[in-house]
């Protein structure tokens, strides 16, 4: 059990200059909050630029992070619309950060599903076994 005396929270707005202190501060996720522990220097970047730093942490480039978080985790279509315009449908449902990177604008929707093997596995994934 550690000891959450010197853990200073940085939506409280303390100063972040205590060497060897931990903050914690909570970033947006695709399910909701995530609490992040920080050394000083940690600290330092995250106040600089949160959404940057949260990007980061989650390994996505900062556009990843926010159609993530924004999208509630749902992967979006890579094709295009008859009308030239991004096709906004789902590839699957909700999915942690790793796998969103996969699939955001890499892998296709039903109704412009075409290959396969782009799609994630777990679509449809009810076992739909067909004995041929
Ligand atoms: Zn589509």
Same mark, same amino acid.
């Given at each position: 059990?550690?000891? +959450? ?14 060497? #060897? &202190? ?5 970033? $947006?996720? !695709?399910? #909701?909050?995530? /609490? ?7 600290? $330092? ?5 949160? /959404?940057?730093? !949260? !990007?980061?942490?989650? #390994? *996505? ?5 926010? /159609? ?7 992967? +979006? ?5 008859? $009308? ?16 969103? +990177?996969? *699939?955001?604008?890499? #892998? ?11 799609? !994630?596995?777990?679509? &449809?994934?009810?076992? $739909?076994?067909?004995?041929?």
């Amino acid at each position: 059990m550690t000891s +959450k005396s010197n853990i200073v929270r940085i939506e409280d707005h303390k100063q972040i200059n205590e060497p #060897g &202190g931990t903050f914690l501060t909570n970033v $947006r996720s !695709a399910t #909701g909050g995530h /609490d992040l522990f920080l050394s000083m220097d940690e600290g $330092r970047v995250y106040d600089a630029n949160p /959404d940057a730093f !949260a !990007a980061a942490h989650f #390994g *996505l480039t900062l556009e990843q992070y926010r /159609d993530w978080v924004h999208g509630e985790g749902v992967p +979006k279509c890579s094709a295009t619309t008859k $009308r030239g315009t991004l096709c906004n449908a789902a590839v699957c449902q909700s999915v942690d950060a790793d796998k969103f +990177k996969q *699939l955001h604008r890499k #892998g296709l929707c039903h109704a412009h599903r075409e290959d396969i093997a782009l799609v !994630a596995t777990r679509i &449809g994934s009810a076992d $739909r076994t067909m004995n041929a």
